[in-house]
């Protein structure tokens, strides 16, 4: 039998999401729930395979819930909810944790940058993420995935655990070989400040993203501040991808004004970067303001968000029991 079509992704309650969250994942989780059935999870059990001040975490995991619904996912159509709220992924990600490999996650880059230079010192849970991610996909039978480019490799890992699971227990087709959907133009938003970095939360400098909570003053500011390249706009795209903050800059543009890179270039090429910057600055102030004015009003009424949270993870637990049941049986626990 065919599966479904059905989307789930997540998103770390790890604070000050920004604008390479919005193009990366919210804004196509935004255009995937016209189309189709979706899960949207903020994954708490993912964010404290780093240390999280528990205050911190509480208000976090409210702003990311915020945050999808400020840019317009509908919790009557879609779930929202925590991972930790559904004890299955965790139960799920124990399973799988006996599927997936030493060698497999051995390849995982993330947990090499994440880990740093002593990994003696990084917690088991950082290093077996991936298999809880994994576990996400397919404890609900997930079908696609949306994600930054970022994700790819947890996403080819993901498919790994699926093959193995289906091979080892002998239920070709049980779980569905997950789908990455990852944007086309722009899948890797770049650092302000560097462009061969990508845009990230715990980048040190404020000044190297654009928080969706930011107003319009400091959006002006930092793109009026943002690196971009001492020699006019060149006019063909070979050239522009020599410059990586200039090209960011531009990508950026392109996406949000809905114009092909080709386009912006015949229209900008031999101008300054302050006219692009200035052409930028107005279309980020239009679209995330509102969103970050959204995100703060939300913020102010916890008992909603609570809510919402709360019924979310009603549904997906329904979901997941019912194939829990099933992977239970598959792998022989009564
Ligand atoms: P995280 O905040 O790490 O949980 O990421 C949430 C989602 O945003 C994931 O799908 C990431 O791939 C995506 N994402 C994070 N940073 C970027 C970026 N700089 N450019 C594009 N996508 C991103
Ligand atoms: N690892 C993802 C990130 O850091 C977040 C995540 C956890 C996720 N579980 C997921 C994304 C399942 C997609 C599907 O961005």
């Known amino acids: 039998m065919k599966n479904k079509k059905l989307v789930f992704s997540g998103v770390q309650p790890t604070g000050n999401l920004h604008l390479g969250n919005y193009l990366g994942a919210l804004k196509n989780f935004l255009a995937l729930q016209k189309e189709t059935d979706c899960i949207y999870c903020v994954v708490d059990l993912h964010a404290i395979t780093i240390f999280q001040n528990p205050k911190e975490l509480k208000n976090n995991i409210l702003e990311t819930t915020a945050?999808?619904?400020?840019?317009?996912i509908d919790p009557n159509k879609s779930i929202i909810f925590n991972q930790s709220s559904v004890s299955g992924h965790a139960e799920l990600a124990w399973i799988l944790n006996c599927v997936s490999r030493i060698g497999?996650?051995?390849r995982m880059t993330q947990f090499k940058d994440k880990a740093g230079k002593d990994k003696e010192k990084a917690s088991v849970g950082l290093y077996i993420y991936p298999n809880l991610m994994a576990a996400d996909i397919l404890l609900y039978k997930s079908t696609h995935v949306p994600v930054g480019a970022d994700q790819k490799q947890h996403l080819e890992l993901s498919r790994d655990i699926a093959q193995k699971f289906n091979n080892d227990f002998n239920c070709a087709g049980f779980f569905p070989i997950p789908e990455p959907l990852i944007p086309k133009n722009i899948s890797r938003v770049m650092s302000l400040r560097d462009g061969l970095k990508k845009m990230s939360k715990s980048e040190e400098s404020d000044y190297s993203r654009i928080n969706l909570k930011d107003n319009a003053e400091d959006i002006i500011k930092k793109i009026k501040k943002a690196k971009s390249d001492s020699e006019p706009i060149p006019d063909n795209l070979k050239m522009l991808e020599q410059k990586p903050e200039a090209m960011n800059l531009l990508n950026i543009y392109s996406e949000i004004s809905k114009t092909s890179l080709e386009k912006v270039l015949n229209e900008m090429?031999?101008?300054?970067?302050?006219?692009?910057?200035?052409?930028?600055?107005?279309?980020?102030?239009?679209?995330?303001c509102p969103v970050?004015?959204?995100?703060?009003?939300?913020?102010?009424?916890e008992t909603y968000l609570l809510q919402i949270l709360k019924k979310g993870s009603e549904k997906a637990n329904i979901k997941a029991e019912e194939n829990l049941k099933i992977i239970r049986e598959k792998v022989g626990l009564i």
């Open 67 to 72: 945050s999808f619904l400020a840019t317009g």
């Open 104 to 106: 497999w996650l051995n």
């Open 269 to 288: 090429a031999g101008k300054e970067y302050s006219d692009i910057k200035k052409k930028l600055a107005d279309i980020l102030v239009s679209e995330i």
């Open 292 to 301: 970050g004015k959204e995100i703060n009003k939300l913020m102010k009424d």
